[in-house]
Each structure stands twice: as structure tokens, then as C-alpha cells.
């Protein structure tokens, strides 16, 4: 995988498609081979037809953390791409949303035949209680959670999990979220990744490609 990974067929106003889709959001900065092995194995394990990954415009709970700009950010993630079972997009900036609720609203209106699921790691879980309207969030759209180093503990034990429990489905049966009413979440247990943006960072960047450091690209 790896390449172009453009975007240029998802619109900004939405169309009838009839899919099954992992969303990934986040800053990706930089994007990394962690982002790649999350969207590989949920386009197995989940079914999927595709795996957005959704290039955030600012992360208000990343806000100042050396953040690159965006059209650096969402290189790195093409990078990651095939374009067109992974694709790399620019879709959230481009809707004007902020926060992962008002996204998840417009793109559920604007794609409204699509099955959503939401992809996360366990780090994720653990922080969605700070989300804006995180519970309104889960009765949006079906959660499939993957594990983190030093993360998943906390994940499975935190507020978020235990508000959810009722709704967890087996990771045997992650399969069907696509087809479940949300609330519905899985943690997939497996092989974890201890990639850490911030040590690629401090590495002096990142070729999505290699995994070796290289120069910033100054954009």
C-alpha cells in the first residue's frame, strides 16, 4: 500500500453510495504505519469496503502540541493510501467541523446509505469522556476499539467502557457492527503497535513509506 491515495471521489455534499466504512480520524501528525495496520485489519475483520482516514483540521484537545500544517499532515497520510480501499481525505475540513460529533452528523446526512464505524485505539477510549458530547457521540455510530501499549487497562476500565458495557459485542462477532443500531462497540485484541507520533516527531520527521526519519518538509 502507498502512493497517491487522493481523495478526489469522496464529495463534499455527499452522494447515495451504498458502503461499508471505518472512519479514522485524527491529526495524523504525522501519520504512521500504526494508522495503516489499523485500517488494513479493519477492512478484514470489519467488512469494510473502505477505511477513510480523515485528516483532522485541528485537534482542540492537541491544540499548540507541535503541530504541523495540515497539508503536511494529510501527506503523510496519503502516504499511508491506496486510494481506494484506504483513502486519505481532507473531507472534515472540508465539511467545517471541529469536533468528531458535528462531523459524524454531516457525513451521516450527506452519505445517508453508508454503515458507518468509528476506529480507535484504546488510548482513544480512554480520553473519549473529554470528546464534546461523547455520549451522544456512541449513540451515533458503532465503535470498534484496537489495543495500544500501556493503554488498554485503562481503556477497558474507564468511564467510557463501563457507560458502553451493555453494548459490547464480542470481538469474535466484530463483523457485524457495520450492521448494528448504535450503541455497539468491540475491542479487538492482537498484535499492538507501539508507534508513538511524538517520538517520529522527535525523531526530525517521517516518511510514512519507510518508517526511518527523515528531513521536515516545510510547507
Known amino acids: 500500500m502507498g502512493g497517491s491515495g487522493q481523495a478526489a471521489n469522496l464529495p463534499t455534499w455527499g452522494d447515495n453510495r451504498r458502503s461499508r466504512v471505518g472512519l479514522l480520524g485524527g491529526?495524523?501528525?504525522?501519520?504512521?504505519?500504526?494508522?495503516?495496520?489499523?485500517?488494513?485489519?479493519?477492512?478484514?475483520?470489519l467488512r469494510l469496503d473502505q477505511v477513510w482516514l480523515m485528516v483532522s483540521p485541528g485537534n482542540p484537545l492537541k491544540a499548540g502540541r507541535e503541530m504541523a500544517s495540515f497539508a503536511t499532515?494529510?501527506?503523510t497520510a496519503r502516504q499511508l493510501a491506496d486510494g481506494r480501499h484506504v483513502v486519505a481525505t481532507d473531507l472534515e475540513a472540508r465539511l467545517g467541523t471541529r469536533y468528531t460529533v458535528d462531523t459524524l452528523a454531516r457525513l451521516k446526512a450527506r452519505f445517508p446509505h453508508?454503515?458507518?464505524?468509528?476506529?480507535?485505539?484504546?488510548?482513544?477510549?480512554?480520553?473519549?469522556?473529554?470528546?464534546k458530547h461523547w455520549r451522544q457521540l456512541v449513540h451515533a455510530v458503532p465503535l470498534a476499539v484496537f489495543p495500544r501499549p500501556g493503554q488498554n487497562v485503562a481503556a477497558l476500565g474507564g468511564l467510557a467502557a463501563h457507560y458502553l458495557a451493555r453494548w459490547r459485542v464480542p470481538a469474535r462477532q466484530a463483523a457485524r457492527l457495520a450492521t448494528l443500531s448504535p450503541p455497539a462497540w468491540a475491542f479487538l485484541p492482537g498484535v499492538q503497535n507501539?508507534?508513538?507520533a511524538t517520538a517520529i516527531r522527535q525523531r526530525g520527521g517521517f516518511d510514512a513509506t519507510t518508517d526511518q526519519p527523515t528531513t521536515p518538509q516545510v510547507i
Do not use: K
Open 73 to 75: 499532515r494529510l501527506a
Open 114 to 131: 453508508v454503515r458507518f464505524v468509528w476506529l480507535m485505539g484504546a488510548d482513544g477510549l480512554v480520553t473519549l469522556p473529554r470528546w
Open 27 to 45: 491529526s495524523f501528525n504525522p501519520g504512521h504505519r500504526w494508522h495503516q495496520a489499523i485500517a488494513r485489519r479493519a477492512l478484514r475483520e
Open 194 to 196: 507501539s508507534i508513538s
